[in-house]
């Protein structure tokens, strides 16, 4: 069992999706009905979520379509036109429906980027834990909670950062300060790094450098699309 200082490091769904403004999981954003696919797709269990999902999707269509498909061709005695018409509507609007995802994964890919981020974030977590529990150690190290908590900090302000973006591209001060606290937070890790570099940890102090300087390029990006638009 994760001990309660690495436990109290996590981001819980429900804070992601505070932060986010938006439903999260594994592999879907935004809900089963209006939301898209996290990419990429070829991430373990992503495909098939996919694969078991759009036929389903595309059967509730299929539903859908008949009372249309029947009205549409009252009068006429063939069957093949009745189920001409219902499979004309049901793929249309399954069309319809993948170009809708795909416009909104467009959107939503710095967020993606950031979960990405966040998922490397808590395997981190878990390799320390696992690392105490093989015996490196009796207690995690200050130092290391320290750093385990500058890129907590990130993530948050990144994911904070592209909601503030997201939604309301005029909240400059707000925006700033956020990219302040994660560029502050990187020299805080790198200071880190430096004094404990030959130490066992060195690997995991390493990864959340990594973590840290991925949020800053992804909010760096998300400031230049700001500033431009």
């Known amino acids: 069992m994760m001990t309660p200082a690495l436990k109290d490091l996590r981001i819980s769904t429900l804070e992601i999706e505070r932060l986010s403004g938006l439903e999260v999981s594994d592999h879907i954003l935004d809900g089963f009905l209006i939301g898209t696919y996290r990419l990429p797709l070829h991430a373990p269990g992503r495909l098939l979520v996919v694969a078991t999902t759009e036929p389903l999707v ?15 061709a009252r009068g006429s005695t063939s ?15 399954w069309i319809i429906r993948q170009f809708r995802m795909w416009l909104k994964a467009r959107h939503l890919r710095s967020l993606m980027r950031l979960l990405d981020e966040v998922d490397h974030y808590h395997q981190v977590l878990q390799a320390v834990d696992l690392f105490e529990q093989l015996g490196g150690a009796e207690q995690t190290q200050t130092t290391i909670l320290e750093a385990l908590n500058k890129a907590r900090e990130s993530l948050i302000a990144g994911l904070m950062t592209e909601k503030i973006l997201r939604q309301n591209r005029g909240l400059l ?35 959340a450098v990594n973590i840290n300087i991925q949020v800053q390029e992804e909010v760096a990006k998300l400031a230049d699309l700001g500033s431009s638009s």
Not at 58 to 72: E, M, R
Not at 193 to 202: F, I, M, P, T
Request: glycine share 8%; net charge negative; charged share 10%.
């Open 58 to 72: 595309l059967g509730l269509l299929l539903i859908f379509a008949t009372p249309i498909g029947l009205g549409l």
């Open 173 to 207: 001060s707000r925006r700033q300060a956020l990219l302040d606290n994660i560029e502050q937070n990187l020299m805080t890790l790198q200071s880190i790094e430096l004094q404990h570099q030959a130490q066992n940890y060195s690997d995991i102090l390493n990864q």
């Open 79 to 93: 069957d093949l036109m009745v189920l001409g018409w219902m499979g004309a509507i049901a793929t249309s609007l």
